[in-house]
């Protein structure tokens, strides 16, 4: 199932080297995208490039890498926080989505969601909009300007939590948090393409507070020594355990007596999927689609012949990748596709 965009995260996070050519050409890239990017930067912090100031407080919680490190997760809880005692809403650029992100695109109101097809707004818009308490709402929009002064002439908006955007300079930030993944860190620690950064390391210091998330890592005290002697800002803890698995066609828990399955998902990072899973289940088969991947049918069909020819009936998968699957396995018989359902608590680190 791997193709190029997969093949470059085995790269990035030193799973897989690179022959002599692909690194020379990789490292020729990345010295013109540092240069871009430096140059961009410059240009803000000499005011030649200025960041706009809207109507209400902006919270970024965004990462220095491509790939997943837990940002949505951490984006719900704390906007369900905030919303207690302010009108929050959520602006996500809603990358992978059928609906255009040109303009903006309410995908969830202070009332109810709008859409029930998930993949017309992205996978992860869709699962904050589930995730979120009923008065927050989310938008999507490659200009978050624009997304956040809809929120707040429509909804009367107070504070405005941005699901990524630590790159996106245009619009001004009150408070940056910045969120690192304990085992995968800063992979290699290359920029694009031949490293996962979409920033110098050096840009920490636009941040004002780091959140360290702990998937289960055996070494996270380690991780948790090497933020602090590196970075001189505020860290928390995310933790992050599995809650349940589902069905996703009933709803309903599966039995912890099943014993094979074939798990898949369509991640920034599955090596952390597939670590949880084997916490409860042994895994016939473990397959890595590529991040943001779009199912279709023929997926469908390929993971089912695999699954007669492994004697598995249990597919196990995540729940961001829950959206972009529930209309195409509604009919099928024969087969459970379950969702790995996990939760995070947000701690204080001494």
């Not at 008065?135 to 504070?159: C, M, P, Q, W």
């Not at 020819?309 to 596709?337: A, H, M, N, P, W």
Request: net charge positive; with cysteine; hydrophobic share 40%.
């Amino acid at each position: 199932m791997k193709n190029i965009k997969t093949n470059f995260q085995d790269i990035h996070y030193s799973r897989q080297k690179p022959d002599f050519v692909l690194n020379s050409v990789l490292k020729i890239a990345e010295f013109f995208y540092k240069n871009v990017i430096d140059f961009k930067n410059f240009l803000y912090k000499k005011n030649i490039l200025k960041e706009k100031k809207i109507g209400a407080y902006v919270i970024c919680v965004g990462n220095l890498t491509t790939g997943g490190v837990g940002k949505t997760p951490i984006v719900a809880k704390l906007a369900n926080e905030i919303s207690k005692n302010k009108k929050v809403a959520i602006v996500s650029r809603g990358y992978g989505a059928k609906l255009s992100n040109k303009t903006p695109n309410i995908i969830k109101d202070n009332k109810e969601l709008k859409f029930q097809d998930g993949s017309l707004c992205g996978d992860e818009p869709y699962q904050l909009a589930k995730k979120v308490n009923k008065n927050v709402v989310v938008i999507t929009s490659k200009d978050r300007i624009k997304a956040g002064e809809l929120a707040i002439i429509k909804f009367g908006t107070e504070v405005i939590i941005l699901d990524d955007g630590f790159s996106n300079r245009s619009i001004k930030k009150d408070k940056t948090i910045l969120v690192i993944d304990s085992k995968m860190r800063f992979g290699n620690n290359h920029l694009l393409p031949l490293g996962p950064l979409r920033e110098p390391i050096s840009e920490i210091k636009r941040a004002d507070e780091i959140i360290l998330v702990n998937k289960g890592d055996e070494r996270f005290i380690d991780a948790i020594k090497w933020v602090k002697d590196s970075f001189d800002l505020p860290v928390k803890q995310c933790v992050m355990t599995p809650k349940r698995i589902y069905n996703m066609q009933t709803g309903a828990n599966i039995k912890k007596n099943v014993k094979n399955v074939i798990s898949f998902c369509a991640i920034g990072q599955p090596v952390q999927f597939f670590d949880f899973v084997d916490k409860y289940y042994h895994q016939e088969l473990k397959i890595a689609f590529d991040d943001h991947h779009k199912y279709t049918m023929d997926d469908i069909r390929d993971l089912i012949k695999k699954a007669k020819e492994l004697d598995v009936s249990v597919f196990i998968t995540t729940q961001k990748d829950e959206t972009k699957l529930k209309s195409l396995i509604k009919d099928i018989v024969g087969y459970s596709f379950c969702i790995l359902e996990l939760e995070n608590t947000i701690q204080e680190i001494n």
